[in-house]
């Protein structure tokens, strides 16, 4: 089962708090973009975004858009409730993103657990939250 949310807390969700240097990266998810902070100076992608290259120490940072696949990682299942918004059992996937280097954690909009494996390939879709939020959630590749 993907995540479902319970749309009568949907109403308590709030914009998230960013960092001046985390800016691109939501205003980007705003525009149902993904993208990820590359170094100009060694091409090193980095995530979390972060005001540094954590490689060569550069400033000199851009942002690149994602081509929004990758494989599963890593999961786990919650069966459990964690918080009223979120109806169990749901998937939190770690995947680790064609761009090189960068694991994302998120949720699985389709799906069932037990078809969820090492390798899967999924790519990204923008689940909405509520008028001005969509948040990148992912889905098997088909």
């Not at 800016?23 to 975004?49: M, S, T, Y």
């Not at 998120?106 to 078809?115: C, F, L, R, V």
Request: net charge neutral; aromatic share 16%; with cysteine.
């Amino acid at each position: 089962m993907a995540l479902a949310l319970n749309k009568r807390y949907l109403q308590y969700f709030y914009e998230p708090v960013a960092e001046s240097f985390e800016d691109g990266f939501w205003q980007a998810i705003k525009q149902k973009r993904l993208v990820f902070q590359r170094c100009k100076n060694c091409k090193e992608f980095l995530h979390p975004p972060r005001p540094m290259c954590y490689k060569c120490h550069s400033y000199d940072l851009e942002w690149v858009e994602s081509t929004g696949k990758g494989k599963i990682y890593s999961w786990v299942v919650f069966t459990r409730e964690v918080h009223p918004l979120y109806r169990v059992p749901f998937e939190v996937v770690l995947v680790d993103m064609e761009e090189k280097g960068v694991r994302f954690i998120s949720n699985m909009a389709e799906g069932k657990p037990e078809d969820l494996h090492f390798g899967m390939p999924v790519e990204v879709v923008f689940m909405p939250i509520n008028d001005e939020w969509s948040l990148p959630w992912f889905r098997p590749v088909k």
